[in-house]
């Protein structure tokens, strides 16, 4: 009798729940409000129903900026210098800076203007990142192609402000076995990575432009959507050799620098190739076109293919014997390629790094770098 009541009050519960459920929603470009503005303040006033959330870090904005501009009279509060900066910030009350309203969490958040904000993000870089070079960095054009490690990418771009224009491109969702190299949660299930990575970087600078690729990579895409965008550098994270191939091409006829970290069980094994001032082989002809052939010709199995590349590309030296019995396992014992969350955030690191020092002028070749724990 309690069993088959707590049945039935189950089955009620899941069937309401089921109404509720939704994938995560997706990326929407910010709504950005000037509240000097009387229509600004008009639509903002017309959208209160919809908002659930509101920051304002105004206090901790006020505090940091002084810190930057003061910075040998950091933490003084009592000074008549800190009292006429926080009175010019907030005269302006509510119309100080920029208010954004992000669709997806239904949150309103007072940003400071671009300047500031930028200030603000990168102020702790200094001088290990000059100025001159930061500038350099938020005028530059990146492209990251595939968001899992590509993800990391990001993550690790964003915070030495990388790129004022961002190209991303991937056409998977976030899976649960994503979660071991993807830096997102359960709520994220379902959701596509590209609106994953897209959120992180409207909340972290929503100035910020973006250009998505939802359909992935292909020749075609290459040419017609992100060459008008005129990217400074490649970032190569695709699994389809086919298309690491094309990326190839692509960047040497327009002379665009490619970066590429393979995380390879406990090693990453980093690849800069530097089309731009180089004139050098595809993949540093690591692989003949007879085996570019096989490995794209859907005549081997993943296993086949894993093997080829970690002998021939990734070289057998810098296979672990797990790997390699990890790679034979493939579709026999398990569902794909091994990877480690460890590996893939320090390819984040290492890729970023590389872009980095290749966007401020520092002399960086082409070759292969192998980075280990």
Known sequence: MGQSFFGSQCNTIMSKLADLTRNPEVWHPPQKFNLISSNDQKQLESMLDDIQV???????IIDELYDIEHPAKKGDRKSVTYSEFVKDITSAGEKYGFWFYFQW??????????????????????NLITQKEQDKLYKSTVAVFGLSVGSNVIDSMLLSGVGGKLIIADMDDINPTNLNR???DFSDINGSKLDYSAKLISKTDPY??????RNGISPETLTNTVLKHKPDILVDEVDD??????????AKEHEIPVVMATDVGEKVVLDIERYDIEDIQPLHGKLTEADLKLVTNGSLSQQEIGLIIA??????DNVSERTVHSLQEVGVSLPAWPQLGETAVMSGLAVSNIIRRILTGEKICSGRQIITF
């Open 311 to 316: 002998q021939k590309f990734i070289g057998i």
């Open 208 to 213: 910020l432009e973006q250009v998505h690729l």
């Open 241 to 250: 050799l086919s298309i690491k191939v094309a990326i190839r091409f692509f």
């Open 54 to 60: 509101v920051r304002d870090p105004l206090l901790a």
């Open 182 to 184: 993807i830096r997102a």
């Open 105 to 126: 969490s239904k949150e309103l958040i007072r940003y400071p203007k671009k300047e500031d904000l930028r200030k603000l993000r990168t102020s702790r870089n200094k």
